[in-house]
């Protein structure tokens, strides 16, 4: 019989009032592995206030004690490993060893984020250092939390960047929502479990599941939210960021991450990287590199490297841990086909690939592509990459600049001058000198411009994305 999983309140494990539930079905096994409760309203609505209503007392606790409870946590998921790479894996198709460590990258975060928030402290302003200002002024500077954090979390790493929302939320004082997508929620509930074991106080966090047609409009409007964290699709950010208005939003969204590589580049380590970057977890990353943009007179020998590369790919089951792995739904991989159908009808060259068996797509490789197919800019989120010529860096600035988006890009060159001239010309949050698109170490700032997001995330930039600063005067009598 298949587990029925319940929402997490108030300190408490519940079956939802509505008695409805959402059946989780695995995208490479095809069956249905679990269900997950279908809140409604009024009990998102009582999860929100059992979250505020603990979060006074929460904030006044010291924050080696809510240390304590996130070193805890860690040390529960590291427990539960196996059992929850193996939820992961069927319920997201990630490979084995890969959700593996995912579960370890995220009890090494919880541990850091900890760490850099208990020494990360506050400052001190004289008056005196302003013209005119005086030095019976002493303004004290504090960070103190937001209140409501709601935390909605992608499907790709459920366990990763639903503990890069969490960790540092809690431990900064503020209390949390926990909003998993829907095909990754067996994944976000059994991480909470972990989370429960180490008796956390009722109402600190909070775990709530169900159909966004329902409750999703309704958490971001809630009065009572002080800030979404999100990852996800640029289309539902752009509808947040709609309907938030005034409160803070951190979003990681879309990308379409290009690698520009240059006539000098080591073109045998571009082409390890491209493909590492491009294809990993059959491309489902946003910070995959989706485009490659190459100087003409490489190209040739380039697509040849590459097209080496992507054949030693192995390509099944995540149960093998396979690196091209079913997609997450048929509707993904449907859209996935349309972009490879239309850039084939506008004339660009099929390297391999164009092999589907229902939403496992074959890693696929196209070149001659032009600025008039679709998968020039759209973000396939999938195992196909476009191989775009161009006659000079200019042009690929410019054309890896036309992107709406702007999370990451790649340039690979010999010529560091070269490297910083270009990487100072793109409009993204980072850039990878010789090495592919990613996220990580999950200590450096990580930044989306355009569609491609808001805010800044990497742990300390997320602990001061999750407060705010206060300024206390003191007005000193000298005399």
Request: charged content about 20%; aromatic content about 6%; overall charge negative.
């Amino acid at each position: 019989m298949q587990t029925v999983y319940q929402y997490y309140s108030q300190g408490q494990w519940k079956s939802s009032e509505s008695g409805e539930t959402i059946a989780i079905v695995s995208p490479y096994l095809k069956t249905s592995i679990g269900s997950v409760q279908a809140l409604t309203q009024d009990e998102v609505n009582q999860c929100i206030q059992s979250a505020k209503a603990a979060q006074p007392d929460w904030s006044l606790m010291s924050i080696y004690d809510r240390a304590h409870y996130l070193h805890a946590w860690a040390d529960e998921l590291l427990k539960m490993k196996e059992e929850l790479a193996t939820i992961m894996m069927k319920e997201v198709g990630k490979a084995y060893q890969d959700a593996i460590k995912e579960v370890e990258r995220t009890a090494d975060l919880i541990h850091y984020t900890v760490e850099e928030a208990i020494h990360l402290s506050g400052e001190s302003l004289n008056g005196e250092h302003f013209p005119g200002g005086s030095r019976s002024k002493l303004a004290v500077i504090e960070r103190v939390p937001l209140g409501v954090v709601l935390a909605i979390s992608p499907f790709n790493y459920p366990v990763n960047l639903a503990a890069a929302k969490l960790a540092p939320a809690l431990i900064t004082g503020n209390t949390v929502i926990f909003k998993p997508a829907t095909q990754g929620s067996i994944s976000g509930t059994k991480m909470i479990e972990a989370l429960a074991k180490t008796n956390l106080p009722a109402g600190v966090l909070n775990l709530v599941t169900g159909k966004g047609s329902v409750i999703g409009d309704y958490l971001i409007e809630h009065d009572d939210i002080a800030l979404v964290t999100f990852t996800g699709g640029t289309s539902t950010g752009e509808r947040i960021a709609q309907k938030a208005k005034m409160i803070p939003l951190v979003m990681e969204l879309g990308g379409k991450d290009p690698a520009i590589i240059c006539e000098d580049a080591n073109l045998e380590l571009a082409a390890k990287q491209i493909v590492s970057g491009a294809y990993s977890y059959s491309g489902q990353r946003c910070t995959a590199i989706k485009r490659v943009l190459v100087h003409r007179s490489v190209a040739d020998e380039l697509v040849s490297l590459i097209q080496s590369e992507v054949e030693k790919l192995s390509v099944g089951s995540p149960e093998d841990n396979a690196t091209i792995v079913p997609l997450i739904d048929e509707q993904s991989a449907d859209f996935v086909q349309g972009l490879i159908d239309d850039a084939l009808e506008k004339g660009a060259t099929l390297v391999l690939g164009n092999k589907r068996e229902e939403n496992l797509i074959y890693p696929t490789l196209l070149d001659h592509v032009t600025k008039e197919m679709r998968i020039a800019w759209e973000e396939p989120f999938g195992p196909v990459l476009p191989i775009i010529r161009v006659d000079s860096q200019e042009e690929a600035i410019e054309i890896a600049n036309a992107s709406e988006y702007g999370l990451q890009a790649s340039v690979f060159t010999q010529n560091l001058d070269k490297a910083l001239t270009i990487a100072r010309k793109l409009e993204t949050g980072s850039i990878q000198i010789n090495g592919r698109t990613e996220r990580g170490p999950d200590h450096l700032p990580f930044i989306g411009i355009k569609k491609s997001g808001l805010g800044i995330q990497g742990v300390r930039r997320s602990i001061e994305s999750m407060t705010r600063e206060k300024v206390i005067i003191l007005n000193i009598n000298e005399k």
